[in-house]
């Protein structure tokens, strides 16, 4: 949904409480993130909804590399 400011400035809301400038940092480093996936085991941390991190582990590699 576009809405405009006060300002008369206009922005997109996608009703995630994300700028688009957030949203699309996002996006660029959960590709980053599926490339290295692919090549090694990576270290990454999920952001809890209350807000904490949670550390985790993962690769999309397959075994027989």
């Given at each position: 949904?576009?809405?405009?400011?006060?300002?008369g400035?206009?922005?997109?809301?996608?009703?995630?409480?994300?700028?688009?400038?957030?949203?699309i940092?996002?996006?660029w480093?959960?590709?980053?993130?599926?490339?290295?996936?692919?090549?090694?085991?990576?270290?990454?941390?999920?952001?809890?909804?209350?807000?904490?991190l949670?550390?985790?582990?993962?690769?999309?590699?397959?075994?027989?590399?």
């Amino acid at each position: 949904m576009i809405r405009v400011k006060e300002n008369g400035d206009a922005y997109l809301d996608f009703g995630t409480g994300h700028t688009m400038s957030e949203a699309i940092k996002g996006a660029w480093a959960n590709i980053k993130l599926r490339a290295l996936l692919g090549k090694k085991v990576v270290e990454f941390y999920f952001k809890k909804n209350d807000g904490t991190l949670r550390q985790a582990f993962g690769t999309l590699m397959s075994e027989n590399r």
